[in-house]
């Protein structure tokens, strides 16, 4: 069964501070991919990746970056955290047109 | 740019009423199509999938969508729901030679026992 883990269930941190999501996959697939998850807007794209050291902007970039260093590990950062990146973050992998596989989410508040 | 639809935000039923969630998207190529589902406290699950072939598709948990290439529509349904069906459901879409999946915003489903 594949296994998508992030490091952190529930994270709190001060406005300004650098802030770093993990993602590791056990399946070997070379596309990951980061959302995040607000209510009444469903999941919004962040930032995706299709093979290693390769990333493309989603439809919310702004203020996120990536790194993909390992196949495996995919890795989201808020270079200075905001009061308005509070939220839920979820990391996903799959191969290409097969469904996504979801991690349980990062929840992170930004105070 | 290619978009979901997913109309109703909030539904509410009583246990065993028939559930109908719309989805509808924008794209007029070929496409894969999806509905997840997201328990209390758990990570979104497929529920099921559309590639090709017949478009009606059975999914887990009695849960089926149809396919109308014509209506750009992906509707999920299930006869009967139960109270453990309270959940929210997204629908989402990628298309042939592409890496993103776009997401509907999401029905959010309460069963009432």
């Known amino acids: 069964d594949v296994k998508v883990t992030q490091s952190s269930r529930y994270l709190v941190k001060r406005t300004g501070e650098k802030v770093f999501l993990e993602c590791v996959q056990d399946m070997d697939h070379e596309n990951m991919f980061w959302y995040r998850q607000d209510p009444g807007l469903g999941l919004r794209l962040i930032y995706f990746s299709y093979d290693v050291k390769m990333k493309e902007k989603g439809d919310i970039p702004e203020g996120y970056s990536v790194s993909r260093e390992k196949k495996e590990r995919f890795s989201l950062i808020l270079e200075s955290a905001s009061t308005n990146q509070t939220s839920m973050y979820l990391c996903?992998?799959?191969?290409?047109?097969?469904?996504?596989?979801f991690g349980n989410g990062t929840r992170l508040t930004v105070t | 740019a290619q978009s979901v639809s997913q109309h109703n935000h909030h539904v509410i039923l009583s246990e065993a009423a028939s559930l109908e969630l719309g989805c509808n998207y924008s794209y007029g190529g070929t496409v894969n199509l999806f509905w997840y589902v997201q328990y209390p406290g758990q990570h979104l699950q497929l529920l099921l999938k559309?590639?090709?072939?017949?478009?009606l598709v059975k999914g887990i948990k009695g849960f089926e969508a149809e396919f109308i290439k014509s209506k750009f529509s992906f509707n999920l349904r299930k006869p009967s729901v139960q109270w453990s069906d309270t959940a929210e459901y997204f629908c989402a879409v990628t298309t042939s030679g592409t890496y993103k999946y776009i997401f509907g915003t999401g029905t959010r489903l309460k069963v009432l026992a």
């Open positions: 996903a992998s799959t191969s290409t047109n097969l469904p996504l596989h």
């Open positions: 559309y590639f090709s072939g017949d478009p």
